[in-house]
């Protein structure tokens, strides 16, 4: 009996517009249930290669107050360059997000960026690398 997927995360938000339009934005993401006046709103991520799906669930939680060493979500990309020319690009991603850093190749197997969503959630996009 082993773990075999993280089925879905769920960020507590406290600002359901600002995260939906953000998350909306997202090339491979799509609106599963609920939208930017939603208290909760699901995008569903579809991996062909294995036919299986996850989830990125928005909460709105009245009166948030988050502890700002949450962590990070790491997203896989077929091209973490592309999808960071993507968002330096979008006027109205720009402005909802903070870019962290340009992608970089890790000594693990990785290329990664990192930003922060409009509520400060680290979010990583990440490709493996030969």
Do not use: C
Request: without cysteine; aromatic residues 14%; hydrophobic residues 30%.
């Amino acid at each position: 009996m082993n773990v075999q997927k993280i089925s879905a995360v769920t960020l507590k938000v406290k600002n359901m517009r600002n995260e939906w339009q953000f998350y909306s934005k997202i090339p491979g993401l799509s609106l599963s249930y609920g939208g930017p006046i939603s208290s909760f709103t699901s995008f569903e991520i579809k991996d062909d290669d294995s036919n299986s799906k996850s989830y990125i669930n928005l909460e709105y939680t009245k009166g948030l107050r988050r502890d700002t060493n949450f962590g990070r979500i790491i997203i896989y990309s077929r091209n973490v360059d592309t999808l960071y020319d993507y968002f330096k690009h979008d006027e109205d991603i720009r402005r909802l997000i903070t870019i962290k850093n340009k992608p970089v190749d890790g000594i693990w197997g990785e290329r990664y960026f990192h930003i922060l969503d409009p509520e400060e959630y680290e979010l990583s996009f990440a490709q493996l690398i030969s």
